[in-house]
């Protein structure tokens, strides 16, 4: 989710400090050493391994692999020291599991001086994938605003219905960067629109359209590229008829926003962070200086008809194009495909500057755009190719544009996640090159996939150092939506290649987001024993109940920890209720994660790892 709560952070960091009594007791008590294992588990024919993460030395250690029925199914030794991973926790070590071929429910043990039970995994079909993209679908759902919401568990109910008239502002100004503390008061500008609806972007109630162009786009492809799925054709156009929403044909005007993050430094408004709630309280909320939180104030990209940032452009008109590309109803896939074709007709490519993804910026700070607007050629082309319309060819040639200057100025440095969808966009483009001839392109379909290989290979250098193999980076945001990229993008490989070159390295990246990683959590919620409980989100918080599916940052940097955790809303209930951090003990290599409903650095769950992850497990559950 970015550098959404900077501001925020900043604020709690001012209240009541959390008590800590016991937590040194807690940690002396804790067992010498824990298996880490892949919780969502493994296919039966593929490499599988676990990690032994131990205080003392124990080369050798003797473990065995147990069914549901406690029978033995396996023996053997621990293999190869990996490394380190703290001063605490100095020994890391390999558990082959992969004589293990029979589908079932298994744990792991190992005995002596470091006696320890895995959590439970199962070995099957690449079917077991499903059930977390299943997950991951439940999510956005419980994340949906407007009338057409559903109650499941977090007993959710129709909220910000006062977004069916909600007026227009000019772009606030901020009191300086990395805040997102509003100066003076808010201009209006234009007004009434009718913005209601969508997913939520994360555990607040804000909407964007940067944000949500991407989420859709990972849905949609998720449409596409898996097994049939009516409730996530469902939960997709329910995506899609927001960002309808948010593009005013008639005008051809953008919006990106719906909600502020914090009031202003006059203290004459507040906004959707200063306030822990349930999103139905908002729309009769009277009380002082939350007006905005009553009547939410939207915002556009550029004036109506004028160049929009080319990232929005280039992601809104994918989004749109991706849905027409599935969408049954042919009338509406050709409407869709129209609406894209006019955004990314739109996109500011010249003198681009600062680009636009949210207010303010610091929330999603991104800065490649070349990706996007080769991603929305692209799939305007596959869309093309779909509804037999005959701007193909252009839409082929801008694509091959934008992924020459992708790989000429952005190229070498992120995998496939929210700020850079390249990876997505070279696969697909393989694609729409090897079925039309078009002469003089920019680039071929080995230039693409020598890019893809040069992503993966980002990730597999850093993995082949880390004793967890891990192949994104501990101390950044983003680190299990990038993971979960990189799984996806093994499979985006394979799928145009043949090469199952990268197959094991993004089968550990699973393994890695689903709890073979030094804190053992699987970081989807509801997937596995030992999932994130205590996600930065109101909801799930008020309700006291899982939000199945969220996905979250995972560990952070160290360093955004040191001011502690801040203070309680009065209102938020208390998580973990006894204020225990028990992975302080795990802390290492610059990183930390708190699994507390305060730590927005690790905890907060967002629709763009949610859709991340849909979409890679959509892609392994195809084996």
């Known amino acids: 989710m970015g550098l959404k709560r900077l501001a925020t952070v900043t604020a709690l960091v001012c209240l009541a400090s959390l008590a800590t009594a016991g937590a040194t007791a807690a940690t002396a008590a804790a067992p010498a050493a824990f298996i880490r294992v892949d919780q969502a588990g493994f296919t039966t024919a593929e490499t599988k391994h676990a990690y032994l993460l131990s205080t003392r030395a124990a080369p050798g250690a003797r473990f065995t692999v147990v069914d549901a029925g406690g029978r033995t199914v396996l023996t053997g030794r621990a293999g190869t020291r990996l490394g380190d991973w703290n001063a605490k926790y100095p ?36 079917a077991l994938y499903l059930d977390p993209a299943r997950k991951a679908r439940t999510f956005f759902t419980g994340q949906r605003d407007g009338a057409d919401v559903v109650p499941g568990d977090l007993g959710r109910k129709p909220a910000h219905l006062n977004d069916r008239r909600a007026e227009v502002y000019d772009h606030p100004t901020f009191t300086g960067p990395g805040t997102d503390q509003i100066s003076g008061e808010l201009r209006r500008i234009g007004g009434p629109v009718d913005v209601s609806g969508g997913w939520f972007d994360a555990g607040d109630y804000l909407k964007f359209t940067h944000i949500m162009a991407y989420a859709n786009t990972m849905v949609w492809a998720s449409v596409r590229d898996g097994a049939p799925d009516d409730a996530l054709r469902r939960e997709a156009r329910h995506g899609i008829d927001w960002l309808d929403k948010m593009w005013d044909e008639r005008t051809k005007t953008l919006y990106i926003q719906v ?12 906004g959707d962070h200063d306030v822990w709630r349930l999103p139905e309280a908002d729309d009769n909320d009277t009380a002082t200086g939350r007006h905005f939180i009553r009547n939410r104030p939207v915002f556009r990209a ?38 894209a074709a006019q955004v990314y007709a739109l996109a500011k490519t010249e003198n681009v500057g600062q680009l636009i993804t949210s207010l303010p910026y610091a929330f999603y700070p991104e800065s490649p755009w070349r990706d996007d607007m080769e991603l929305g050629g692209t799939q305007l082309a596959l869309a093309a190719l779909r509804l037999g319309d005959n701007r193909l060819n252009g839409w082929v040639r801008d694509a091959a544009h934008w992924a020459r200057q992708y790989l000429t100025h952005e190229a070498g440095g992120d995998t496939l996640n929210l700020y850079d969808v390249s990876a997505l966009a070279h696969a697909d ?3 729409v090159l090897r079925r039309v001839n078009v002469s003089g392109l920019a680039v071929t379909a080995d230039d693409l996939i020598g890019d893809l290989r040069a992503q993966l290979n980002i990730g597999a250098t850093r993995s082949a150092a880390d004793p967890f193999r891990a192949g994104a980076q501990y101390d950044n945001f983003d680190a299990v939506p990038r993971t979960f990229g990189l799984a996806a993008t093994s499979r985006l490989y394979r799928s145009v290649t043949g090469d199952p070159t990268f197959d094991t390295f993004g089968n550990r990246q699973r393994g890695w987001a689903f709890g073979a990683n030094p804190w053992g959590v699987s970081f989807m919620v509801g997937v596995g024993e030992n999932y994130e409980k205590c996600p930065h989100h109101q909801v799930a918080n008020l309700r006291k109940r899982d939000a199945v599916g969220a ?16 203070g309680h809303f009065a209102e938020m209930n208390k998580c973990p209720a006894d204020g225990v951090d028990r992975y302080e003990e795990f802390t290492g290599k610059g990183s930390r994660y708190v699994d507390d409903v305060r730590s927005w650095q690790a905890s907060e769950p967002a629709i763009d790892f949610a859709a991340i992850g849909l979409y890679a497990n959509t892609l392994m559950s195809r084996g």
């Open 302 to 339: 550029a004036a109506p008809g004028q160049p929009i940032s080319p990232n929005l452009a280039g992601r809104t008109a994918a989004a749109f194009a991706l849905a027409a590309q599935s969408e049954t109803d042919l009338t509406r896939a050709r409407d869709l495909l129209d609406k």
């Open 259 to 270: 909600g502020i993050g914090a009031g202003n430094a006059e203290g004459t408004f507040v």
């Open 551 to 566: 996905v979250v940052n995972g560990p952070n940097s160290a360093g955004l920890f040191s001011g502690g955790l801040g």
């Open 429 to 431: 483009l393989t694609r």
């Open 91 to 126: 020994h890391v070590y390999l558990i082959d599991l992969s004589n293990v071929r029979t589908q079932g429910a298994y744990r792991i043990k190992t005995t002596g001086s470091v006696a320890t039970t895995s959590p439970a995994f199962r070995v099957g079909t690449s």
